[in-house]
T-cell receptor, first 116, second 114 residues
Framework: DTAVSQTPKYLVTQMGNDKSIKCEQNLGHDTMYWYKQDSKKFLKIMFSYNNKELIINETVPNRFSPKSPDKAHLNLHINSLELGDSAVYFC???????????????FGQGTRLTVV | AQSVSQHNHHVILSEAASLELGCNYSYGGTVNLFWYVQYPGQHLQLLLKYFSGDPLVKGIKGFEAEFIKSKFSFNLRKPSVQWSDTAEYFCAVNPLPGYQKVTFGTGTKLQVIP
């Protein structure tokens, strides 16, 4: 029944590894996002996809690559993990895409990534 | 680019005290405004939102917020806090028109003492 679900909830990995975080929404929304929340709780958007098309790509290292196989899924793959990548990553979705007005985002539970 | 400022980083209140958390944004155009709450170890949940109309909006759990356009502010209020309100509170702004690119404030940690 979870509207926006992310897996895994916790991820501990060594520097240099490659890892993926999966996100799925069953709300029928057009737009999905990845946000990063750092240790100071600061939330920053990383990517936004609308109907599988990349719309927003903030200044994120190209080690981060989002993949949207369909509009219900937006996965985040991270290559060559670094210590600074440790954070909580939140997936979100919203009902409308281009020209969206008067919409809100629904967030997943978050994935706590710890790079050691 | 727009920015969102939350001036109170950490607020400590006793139960039954009144709460007001400040939020100011910098964007000259039309915006959607939100307050989200994050309970310890949990995801973000929407408390309330402003899209248009009455600038005083009511949300869940007795929270309300007032949009003052001339001050670019969207302050969150609650007349009487409870211990269960202990959480992190985030103000967020979505500038219009265009894709939803919500910018979050840095958050305010609220600690309610029984």
């Amino acid at each position: 029944d979870t509207a926006v679900s992310q897996t895994p909830k916790y991820l501990v990995t060594q520097m240099g590894n490659d890892k993926s975080i999966k996100c799925e929404q069953n709300l029928g929304h057009d737009t999905m996002y990845w946000y990063k929340q750092d240790s100071k709780k600061f939330l920053k958007i990383m990517f936004s996809y609308n109907n599988k098309e990349l719309i927003i790509n903030e200044t994120v290292p190209n080690r981060f690559s989002p993949k949207s196989p369909d509009k219900a899924h937006l996965n985040l793959h991270i290559n060559s993990l670094e210590l600074g990548d440790s954070a909580v990553y939140f997936c979100a979705s919203s009902p409308k895409g281009q020209g969206a007005v008067n919409t809100e985002a629904f967030f997943g539970q978050g994935t706590r990534l710890t790079v050691v | 680019a727009q920015s969102v400022s939350q001036h109170n980083h950490h607020v400590i209140l006793s139960e039954a005290a009144s709460l007001e958390l400040g939020c100011n944004y910098s964007y000259g155009g039309t915006v959607n405004l939100f307050w989200y709450v994050q309970y310890p170890g949990q995801h973000l949940q929407l408390l309330l939102k402003y899209f248009s109309g009455d600038p005083l909006v009511k949300g869940i759990k007795g929270f309300e917020a007032e949009f003052i356009k001339s001050k670019f502010s969207f302050n969150l209020r609650k007349p009487s806090v409870q211990w269960s309100d202990t959480a992190e509170y985030f103000c967020a702004v979505n500038p219009l028109p265009g894709y939803q690119k919500v910018t979050f404030g840095t958050g305010t940690k609220l600690q309610v003492i029984p």
